[in-house]
């Protein structure tokens, strides 16, 4: 695969938990929810500290009202899922921190690694129009642009991999 390429390839029954519910004879599948929810046609992903289990960016309010209104304007935009008019869409995250612990509540949009602070409802509102739509970033805003680096398909075994994400998966925290 090109530096560039997507790959959009389903890997079922990857992940013991997936198995394991599968198994149970639960009607839900990760193929479904892939497809009910656009996500191999995600053009950005919008995360955004909001209902902190230790509020210290902003008050835990602050944060619930910014994620609030991001929800809602991008489901008002028809923005969170693909339309027929638009074959992408734009995903959005509520993280529990984003570790700045200033200036929030904190916003990142990926890929384009752009870092924005101070994410009001009416801040966010210009980051949708400006950013999300227009493709321009909202400097006033923006404290650190740092895109993701392009894919590079890793030399690393099929094997090895699923080990490293059953590790993470067994690693991760409350965050």
């Given at each position: 695969m090109e530096?560039?390429?997507?790959?959009?390839?389903?890997?079922?029954?990857?992940h013991p938990?997936?198995?394991?519910?599968?198994?149970?004879?639960?009607?839900y599948t990760i193929t479904a929810t892939i497809k009910n929810l656009g996500i191999n046609q995600i053009q950005r992903h919008v995360f955004i500290?909001?209902?902190?289990?230790?509020?210290?960016?902003?008050?835990?309010?602050?944060?619930?009202?910014?994620?609030?209104?991001?929800?809602?304007?991008l489901k008002e935009l028809k923005l969170?899922?693909?339309?027929t008019d638009r074959a992408s869409c734009i995903f959005r995250t509520k993280a529990n921190c984003l570790r700045i612990c200033a200036n929030g509540p904190i916003m990142v949009v990926y890929p384009d690694g752009v870092w924005y602070c101070r994410v009001?409802?009416?801040?966010?509102?210009?980051?949708?129009?400006?950013?999300?739509?227009?493709?321009?970033?909202?400097?006033?805003?923006?404290?650190?642009?740092?895109?993701?680096?392009?894919?590079?398909?890793a030399a690393i075994p099929e094997s090895e991999m699923a080990r490293q994400v059953d590790s993470q998966d067994d690693k991760q925290s409350d965050y």
């Open positions: 530096a560039n390429e997507t790959n959009h390839q389903l890997v079922e029954g990857s938990k997936s198995s394991k519910a599968n198994e149970s004879g639960d009607n500290c909001a209902d902190q289990t230790k509020p210290i960016c902003c008050l835990k309010e602050a944060g619930i009202e910014a994620w609030s209104y991001l929800k809602k304007r969170d899922l693909p339309t009001t409802p009416d801040a966010i509102e210009r980051i949708i129009r400006q950013h999300l739509i227009g493709n321009k970033v909202v400097e006033e805003y923006a404290f650190l642009i740092h895109p993701l680096p392009e894919m590079i398909e």
